[in-house]
């Protein structure tokens, strides 16, 4: 059997420049702004073609993945800079459980022309787990605990 796709987190470093701090952009073929809606979670999605690199640029949400018949959430926040790099074939969706709408700039690399059910939803072989979700969120000002598996 071979080894499930697994996502990447990569810290991002910055140059200080007088009161700002400059961080390099990702790489990409395609640059796509994501705004997800306050209070909502989303169901799971797959792309077959292309690897999506998250960074979050205002506020936060709850990234979703199943791996192996587990849910995995990961906590991405702007008070925390990191790329999340989903992919292709790992099942993934958000939540968003704040009152404020979260700005996700997502990187794209393209491996193939698109397919037709990259963004089709699959929705949930398992119903998450919100409490687990609410303990991420709780955590928000310790960076190190910034994720949580669930059955």
Known sequence: MSKARQIEIRKLESIKGGM?????????HETILVQIPPNSVDDLFVHKTQTDQLLVVRGHFILVTLIDKKYKYI???ED????????????????NLSSESCVV???VLRHRPPHPMD????????????EAVKAVLRNVETPDKTE????
Do not use: C, E, K
Not at 119 to 130: E, H, I
């Open 20 to 28: 700002s701090d400059f961080f390099t952009p990702q790489a990409s």
């Open 75 to 77: 906590l991405a926040s």
């Open 80 to 95: 925390d800079p990191a790329v999340i790099i989903i992919p292709p074939g790992v099942l993934h969706g958000s939540i």
């Open 105 to 107: 700039v997502n990187a």
């Open 119 to 130: 963004y089709v939803t699959r929705g949930r072989p398992l119903p998450y787990d919100l």
């Open 148 to 151: 949580f598996i669930s059955n």
